[in-house]
Every structure is written in C-alpha cells, then in structure tokens.
C-alpha cells in the first residue's frame, strides 16, 4: 500500500523519529554503562566510578555470576517453568473472567468486577497471607508456593476484559449465538482469535511478572534446587548488603566469594537476556489491521 | 444509577461480611482443631518431662522416628545434601530421628526469622542472637523454657556448658536457648593502613586524638584516598563506635540513654547534653577537615571494601576477626600494603568477651519434638564426629588439617563446603576447633583482652517495649531524619540542630521511653546483682 | 425491602441458570480470589490487637483499639507524609501516562519494521533495572566527589553541586527516574489498544481529507480514554502507596532529604525495622486502604455519572 505521503504526515513522521530515537537513546545510555561496568574490574569501579567504556576488561563479575553453572542453569530452569505453567494458566483464566466481565447480558458483571477489584485496596498483610500459603494450602518449599501468588492479577483482568471489549464487537457475539454456539465455544473459537493483541500484552506482563518474581522464592522456599533464578542473584547481592550493613558487635564474618559492585551489574545483564528474546516475539501481534483482518476471516 | 451503585455495594458488603465471618469460623474451628494435637501433645510432653524428672536415668522416648526442623541464618553451603546425608545416617542410629537443615538466605531474614516463630511453623531449633532479638522473642514467650527438659534430653549437653553460662541467657529466672561455649571478642579497635602510617611517619591511633592525628595526616598527604571509611550507617560505624570508646559506655543503649561500664546504674539522658554537643562538634569537624565524604549516607559501598580497594585509609571501628579477614582480603589482592589494629580494651584497660546470648539455639514453643530436638543439639557439639562434620565438611574431600591447622582443599569455587560453611558460629565447640594459620593474629589480639576481661552486663537486659511501641517507632523515624545528618556533619550549625532534633524527638515521646527504659534498666541491675 | 430481596433471589438464580457457562467460566476467578485475598483479610484484625506469642491465634490477643495506629501521627508527620505520597503518585500518574500516550501513538505511526522493533525493545529496556542498580547509578552521577556530574561541572569551571543536600532537587531526580524505568510499561498497553482500533475509522477519516495530526487527535486518542481510565483507576486505588523500592534505594538513610522524599511507606518501613510489630505494620496498611478505598469510590461514581461504559464497577 503505497499512498503519498503529505506535508503533515511528513512533520509527524520527523517528530516521531526525534522522539522516538531521543527517548532511546536516553534509555540505552544507563543500559551500555551497566555492561561496561559489568565488564569492568570491582576495584577499577569502586575508586574511578562508572564509564561509558570499560578502561580495563574483565569477565571477573560474570565468572562469580556463573560461579556455579548449574546452580545458575537450575535456577534459570526453575523460572522458566514457573514462568510457563503460571503464564498459561493465568491467561487461560484471565481471558475467561475477562470475556464473562464484559459480556453486557451478565447481569452482576460489574458486582463481580468490584469484587475482584476491591482486593487491590485491602489486604490482610504479610502474615495471614504466609500462614495461608504454609499452613492451609501446604504450598510451602514447593513450586506451588511459586506459581500460584501471581497467578491473576486484578488489574490484569480488567485490562482483559477491556481489550476483549473492544476487540470484539458485540454483533459478533450476537450472531454466534444464533448460530447456536454456547458462551464456551464463543469465546474459545471467535474471542479468543480477536483478542490477540490483548492476550498478547497481558500474556507478557504476566510472564514479567513470574520473571521478576524473587520475593516468593524468599518467603516460601527453603530449598536451593526450588529457587527463581531472580532470587538466586539477588540473594548474591543481599548477602553483601547484609555483610556491609551488619554492625561489628554481630561479628558475623563469612567466608566464600566476595559479591562486588561489577557483579551487580553483570547480574542486571543475565536476568534482562530473555525480554530481548521475548519482546520482538510479542511484538508480531502488535500490528494494525490484524483484528480487522481476523474478523473478516 | 447512583442508587443501583449504592445496592451493588451493599450487596457485596454484606457478602464481603459474611464470607469473612464464614472465614473467621472456619479458621477459627480450624485453628481449635488443628492445634488440638498440639496441646495434647505438649501436655504430652510436660508429663514426659515430670517422669522425667522423677526417673531421668532412661533418657528420652525414642521409639517413634521423627523429622527435626533446624534453622539457621543465611545461604544454605552448596555440599549440605551430602552433609545431611551423613548426618542422618548417624542420626537415625543413634536417636532414630532424621534432620533436615534449612537456611534463610540473607534476603530479608529478619522478616522471615519473624514469620517462621510468629505463624506456628514446625521449627525444632533456630539460631538466637542478641541481634536476633534473643531477649525480645524469649520474653514475649516465641521460645520454649528448657530448664527441666535440658537435664532429661540433653544431660552431656548440660554439664558441658558451664553454670553460669545458662545463668546468663536466662530471661525472667528462665533458660531459653543453648549458649555457645567459644569464647571470643566482637569488642571495636582501630583499623588503618600501617604501611601508610609508616610512609608518612604518622602516629599510631591509640585513642581519639591519635587517631585524628592520623586521618589529619592521611587528608594532607595521600590527596586520592578518603581517610575515614563511614558509610550509610553513621548511628553505627561513628556514634556506637565514638561513645563505645571515648565515653566508655557499658552497652548500645538506645533512646540516647547512656550509662557507663564503671558507673551502668547511673543512666542518664545522652541526646541533647552538653557531651552530646562536642562529640557532634568533633563528628562536624572530621567532615569539614574532608576526613569524610559529604554524601556518607548514600555511599553504596561497604567501608571493608573500600579499605581493601585502597580508596579508604581507616576505619573507626571494627571487630578482631573482621579486621583479620579484611586484612587477609588485602594481602590477597595487594600484597605490598598493610593494615593494622588497636582494640580499644587495651586503651580503655577493660574488654568485654561475648556475652553468651551472643551465639545460641533455642526450641520455639511450637515444637513438637523438643526433646528429640535438644538430644540431637547434643550430638552436634559434643560428638566429635557431627561437630567436625558440620563444621568444617568431610576431612580430605572438603579439608585437611595440617601441623594441627584446618586447610582448605580448593577454593571458595570449587569446594562445596568451605570452612564454617553453615555459619556453625552457635554449635562450636573449643575442644575440637581448627583453624586456618591466619587466624593466629586473632588469637594474639583474644589472648591480649584476656588479661583484661571484664563480664558484659548490658546484653542480659531483656527490654519491653510494650507499654511505648508508638513512641519508640515514632523516635525511629526522628533520629534517621534529624540526627543522621547531624552525626554525618551535613548540617551547618550543630548547635541549632541538636535543638531541632531534640525538639522532635520530645515531641514523639523522648521522654516517656526514657523514663521507662531507665526503670526497667535499674531493675535489671538490681535482680541481676551487677548494681 | 423483603419483596425486594426475594425478587432479587429470584433474579439471581434465574440468572445463574440463564448464563451458567459464564458463571462457571469465571468461577475459577472468584475462588482465586476468595481464596487468595478474602480469607487472609481477616489479618486485618491484627491492627487492633497487642501481638504477643503465648495465644495461639490472633483472637485471644488483647484488644487495644486504635493503639497501632498510634505511631503514625506520634512523629508529627502524618500530614506531610499523606501529602508526599499522593503527590508524587499524581505526579506519576499524570506524566507517565502523558508521555506512554503520546510516544505509543507516535510509534504506532512509524513506518519501517526493525526500526519500530528496536526502539519498542530499548524503551522497554529500563523496566528490567532494578532499583537496587538504578540508586547505585544515581550515586554514581551525583556523588559530590566523584560523580559524573561534578566531574563536568568542574571541567567547565563551575563549581561542584552537592545533589544529596538539596531535597527539592530531588522531587525533579526522582519523579524523572520513575518515569525512565515505568513508562515503557503502560506505553505497551497503549501500543496494544491503538492495535485493536479499526482500520476503518482512519480510512473514513481520510477520506474525509483529516491529516495525521487530526487522526491522532480525533480518532487515536479518544479510544485510549477506556485504557486510561482503567490504569488511572488502578492507579488512584493505590494512591497511598507508593513504589517503596524507589524512594527507599534513592534516599536510603539520608535525612535531610525526607522532607521531600518520604512517603508512607518509607516511613512505616523505617519506623518498624527494629521493632517489627504486626499490629501496627497492619494499622499503617488498613490506614492506607481506607484512603484509598474512599478516594477510588468517589472517582468511579464521578465517571459513571460522565459516562458508564468507562466505570469500573
């Protein structure tokens, strides 16, 4: 499709090139300075400070990070599939809940809608909360205790059922069931397909969700093999806040490797690998047209 | 619409009602229920305990095999699963019991050491500290008294620590943990760079004005390197280490309270006298001289490693041990500079050893198999065989010992289980202790307060804090934001803001805590008998 | 009032008949949440009891009243505090959303696929940093000695800036930090809803001879308010809350910039580091909640008036 382009369209492509290519680079400059730190020695760092180029090369930092392989590959391991299982069950309920809130003749959709709503306003707190996940539902030191926290998300469901609403004109569903097909089916052969960009978008904030998760593997997991692989590395960093932080009348003196400033960096790099790989990916269903192109298929 | 809104919600607040009413019964009948094995238990065990007493010679009731829950803080060494299979297979024989060994990671371990006493967890043993709050959770009943059954369960255990020893972790007439017998210092010293020092002919910091003496010389002569090493903790590294050391103080009483070593009944108000104002004046000054950085309570740097980086040149306080890693940590890296130390006991001419609440385990009261727990504590410090095992690893896979000295096989990354990997600071044992050859400067440093050693008298103070918790999160928030900056020198007119952080901190209730804290803390003395 | 009830009965059984494959399909949904946030919610009793370790459940703990409540207005900051926090949180949610409107519909009218791929990847890019990195960033750009900053002005001849003295410097610093890390986030969700709007609305317009900007304006922009609405709902109901980790990291223990920088949150977590009581660790929750539930109630029954379509509930 190749339409001339006017003046204005012009003006607009070139203010969006500016804003676009500035805002860029404004968010790639800290990202470059954590891979040149991250390949700086810690010494270098802790008495020059950060450059924009490391002045001396160094694997040092992702030698620690990668101190144990398979700690670090298990952990990854873990992740993933926490990162997997949660994500599909999560949008496979999400998009139900979200289908059924949005459907004008369900009657109590907007009871419900608050109903899932009002838990982002009260919350019990930490405590009730840690006695549920051990004591009644036993998901303790297991990859339950991992999935099933962030499995829906309120603001999730909402943002679904938006998306499912405006993808998905209601004559569509109308003429579904004429056709005889239950609500099921409607919204496993006609929603879903138009929804795509919508399952898209919540489906890779839920993924990001599992995968920055480190504070369940804190909180509920006693064993190394079970821990996410955010926690695996945070916990590296902790481990040197502790030491930093705790007063020398604790006299807590540890041995093994020292967690410095360049690991910390280099960490950064390990865990922001896998949005690279899964961006582009979720991108493809952000292009126009393709509802359209969909509903008339 | 509004009206229909209106329904909607009274509808769902009713629900809301019920379900949470619902909630609360089930829990509750849940919580009657479930615990109901409890309580029989327990009363199980008390009587167990009276037989005991009456005919302790049988020991304990092993007949059913059992899992004891241990806890401990921080990361889990990579080779436990071998470790705990050893010690199982022992354990097993010996108690017919099985131990699984949990960590709590760094990452937030306080919140996690709260949770795992506070919410009923199954727990056997968990690591107690005076910086766990020992004397908190034992007064507030998170722990389980110990004084009938240690003599039944753990008799060997019971003889081999001293007497009065459980005299000085008890807490209300009561035992609630098992001390550590290891005898050792985490008293403050002086820590510079000695090759410095002789460089630029300097004195040695023996006391304040020695060691302003130093830093004056450092500032003038080595321009890339920052004297002083404070850090983000100013209340830590300068006031605790300034007042432990120049005014001689018996412990780190909070509230700006402050009592003496020779003189602990005579408590008196710190914030906002006449001393307080010098000592800010003398903080101001090492800060306007640049002994310091402007921006200490945001550096993200640890002050250790700023001394072996070499972008620090001294340090105000730290403790034996940690000074000798440090130095150990430098050598490595540089092996031409050096570092030394100067405990302040041998200035002062008093130190205090750790007091035995320092390093312990305790059984929280939840425990169904205390004794089981406390025989298996036993074996772990008095069997040689678990002790070197937890220790230290397997001899020749994980160490040797050679001329009497622990020697590591590998390094910290290829050897799975390093030396104390399992932060066994609470089970060590002197009578099978080994260490690396470095260690031997720490033990000159312990052997030269030995001479000197007095009986510490603060930790035993249990404080409750009940009757003015308000007041004292309030106070919290108070110091960070007006005297933090005051003790890192960051604000103008020192006397103006002393004024301003005293007025703030009485607003929040100064007074209250005070009052009450210095009569709890006489009181202590007095029963205590340290008057 | 009972005629009414039993009609509504009647309505609601009738009703589950009627859509019974919708009830069961969100069914899942509401156990989760029942489950998972209603139960636990009883914890909210603890923000009126003496927390101790003798009872073996939390009602046979004495009750104190509004005792826990007490330390958040003991220090004299409450107001300041409130203030704080829902300032900077009306801060965010104005810019953040400002800015991820106005560069997805830029984006989404950019030709040239790798171009459009690259950029979406990298401005989504700092949501990965975490605040722990960020602050050591921000030190390293603002330190008085050595940072970055400094290091330029001195070369320029000014003299050196001490950041960290300065707390109204650090409204600016951090709302600007907020918005580097956050925006890309919410720009997603708007690149997604401009992706669901039909094609054809913009070739009626164009035939009609609107140029981009007015496509923009009238056609792109008027079918993002359902989004905004929905983060801005989501927003306001956490207005009392606020991004701990990044006011926390930032800041760390400096006072003298707390006037500016403390919010709720920073100030409950610092109070009860050392006490830790779960009593009032839950007051400053419930004290939070209840803001925030009056403040969203108040904005959705505004919106429904306007428009009903746009209401949450």
Redesign the interface.
Known sequence: MKIKEDGATKWFRFIAYVVVLTGSVLCLLPFLLIISASLTS??EI??EGYNLIPSSFTLDAYKIVF??PE?LLRAYGVTTFVTIVGTAIGLLLMTMAGYVLQRKDFKYR??FS??IY?TTLFGGG??PY??LI???LKF?NTMNALIWPSLMTPFLIILMRSFIHSAVPDEVVESAKIDGANDFVIYYRVVLPLAVPGLATVGLFLALHYWND?FHS??FI?D?AKYQLQ?YL??II?????????????????????P??SMKMAMAVVVTGPILLLYPFIQRYFVKGLTIGAVKG | ??GK?KK??H??IS??LV??LL??CS??S??NN??SP?PSKSTTTEGTNAEGNESSISGIDTSERVELQFYML???P?D?DKVEAQVNEWLLEDLNATVKF??T????????Y??L?????DVDLIFT?E?TQYQQ?AK???FMRLDELLPVAAPKLYEFVPQDMWEAVKIDGNIYTVPATYK?Y???GFVWREDLRVKHNLPKPVDIETFEAYLAGIKQNEPNI?PLAV????G?TLE??YLDFQRQRVG?MPYGLHASYSDPSNIVGYWGSEEHLTDLKRYKSWADNGYF???E??????????LT???AAAML???P??YN?VLN?MKA?HPDWDLAYHPYGLTLGYATP?HPI?NGFAVP?NSKKAERALAFYELMVTDKRYNLLTQYGFEDVNYTVEDGYYKMIGD??TNGF????M?G?AWRNPEYMIFEPSYDGVEAIFNELDKIQVPDIYTGFAED??PY??????????E??????LMAG?VDDVEDGLKTFME?AN???LEKIQESYKQQWLQYLQESGHN | MSKTMVH?KKGLLHELNKNKILFLMLLPTLLYF?INN??P??GIYYAFV?????S??M?QMAFIGL??F??LW????LIQLTINTIGYNIAFIVLVNGLAISVAVLLSELRGKWFKKITQSILFLPYFVSFVIL??IV?NLF???QGVLNTVLEKLGAEPI?L??KPTAWIFLIIIFFLWKNFGYSMVIYLASITGISEEYYEAAKIDGANIFQRSWHITLPMLKNTFVILLLFALGGIMKGQFDLFYQM??????L??TT?ILDT?VY?????????G?ATAAGVYQSIFGFALIMTVN?II??IN?DYAL?
């Open positions: 810690n010494e802790v008495r101190m144990f700690d907007n009871f608050f109903f009002f930490l405590v840690y006695m051990t004591n009644y303790g480190w804190a909180l006693n190394t926690f945070y916990n902790n481990t040197s806040n502790f030491l930093n932080s705790i007063g020398a009348g604790a006299g807590v003196v540890l041995s093994g490797p020292v410095s400033e | 619409m509004v809104q909607v919600l509808l769902f629900l809301v379900l949470t909630a609360a829990n509750n849940k919580t479930e615990p409890a921080g990361n889990a990579k436990l949990n960590y990671t760094w990452t937030d371990w306080d919140q996690k709260r949770l006493l506070s919410t009923g967890q500290a910086w959770y507030n009943g998170a050792e985490v008293t403050g920052q850090g983000q903790d100013v830590a605790d280490a780190a950085s402007k921006n309570l945001n550096e993200t740097d640890g002050n250790q490693d700023k980086n070499g972008t306080s730290d403790n041990t940690r890693s940590q890296l750790v320092h009261k910290n990354t390093v030396r104390e990997a932060n600071w804090y009940t918790q308000a007041e004292r999160a309030a106070l919290e928030q108070v960070k934001q007006y005297l933090y900056p960051l703030k607003q929040a209730g | 509504k029942l209603y139960v919610m009883i003496q927390f101790d370790f003798h073996t459940n009602f005792k826990n007490e330390f003991k220090s004299g900051k602050s050591v030190f330190n008085y000695d001490n960290y003295a800041v760390g223990n400096n006072g003298l707390f006037s403390d100030y610092r109070s009860l580091r050392v006490t830790f009581d779960m009032m029954t429904r008036k009903k509930f």
